[in-house]
T-cell receptor, first 112, second 113 residues
Framework: SQQGEEDPQALSIQEGENATMNCSYKTSINNLQWYRQNSGRGLVHLILIRSNEREKHSGRLRVTLDTSKKSSSLLITASRAADTASYFCATAPPTGANNLFFGTGTRLTVIP | ETGVTQTPRHLVMGMTNKKSLKCEQHLGHNAMYWYKQSAKKPLELMFVYSLEERVENNSVPSRFSPECPNSSHLFLHLHTLQPEDSALYLC????????????FGPGTRLTVT
């Protein structure tokens, strides 16, 4: 399967703590993207990391990519209640595909 | 979310009804997508359009019929659906089909009774 697989499926933390979510995939990629989805809403693009990059930052988000292990992690620092959402990784194949492949997501709950 | 809009936001229909979902993107993108999101399943890609031409059709039952009259509008026509078709239907767009980041609409929550 080309889909990413997130781990854990659900994560509950206290406000102010850091949250780490992982994504594993099975095939070569052009890039890997992380998206966020609030309950019953559309997905919002957070960050894109290319296959030749190892780490990327955006505000309180830090994404790492290890292509040798075919895995990525998303770290949210100093979490807030508003970060409560589902987080999905999506992989973009190197060539020939017209779409991204999404996983089933990690449900993050940040307790105030 | 104003970049990609979807209507209606909620839809309840019987199995014999015919209805349509509408998606509009205001981002000047060339590719548009329909996804189905069911509980505890990965997003399922249904259709991909590039410059109004269908480039991907992932073995979707014929009771779902897409239409892309221009690069800004995408429709999903529904007829004789089954209860298992109840799901959140998401529209997305990207600059080009493939590895670009995608911009999603808020979705249509469909319930088939």
């Amino acid at each position: 399967s080309q889909q990413g697989e997130e781990d854990p499926q659900a994560l509950s933390i206290q406000e102010g703590e850091n949250a780490t979510m992982n994504c594993s995939y099975k095939t070569s990629i052009n890039n890997l993207q992380w998206y966020r989805q609030n309950s019953g809403r559309g997905l919002v693009h957070l960050i894109l990391i290319r296959s030749n990059e190892r780490e990327k930052h955006s505000g309180r988000l830090r994404v790492t990519l290890d292509t040798s292990k075919k895995s990525s992690s998303l770290l949210i620092t100093a979490s807030r209640a508003a970060d409560t959402a589902s987080y999905f990784c999506a992989t973009a194949p190197p060539t020939g595909a017209n779409n991204l492949f999404f996983g089933t997501g990690t449900r993050l709950t940040v307790i105030p | 979310e104003t970049g990609v809009t979807q209507t209606p936001r909620h839809l309840v229909m019987g199995m014999t009804n015919k209805k349509s979902l509408k998606c509009e993107q205001h981002l000047g993108h060339n590719a548009m997508y329909w996804y189905k999101q069911s509980a505890k399943k990965p997003l399922e890609l249904m259709f991909v359009y590039s410059l109004e031409e269908r480039v991907e059709n992932n073995s979707v039952p014929s009771r779902f019929s897409p239409e892309c009259p221009n690069s800004s509008h995408l429709f999903l026509h529904l007829h004789t659906l089954q209860p298992e078709d109840s799901a959140l239907y998401l529209c997305a767009s990207s600059q080009f089909p493939g590895p670009d980041e995608q911009y999603f609409g808020p979705g249509t929550r469909l319930t088939v009774t």
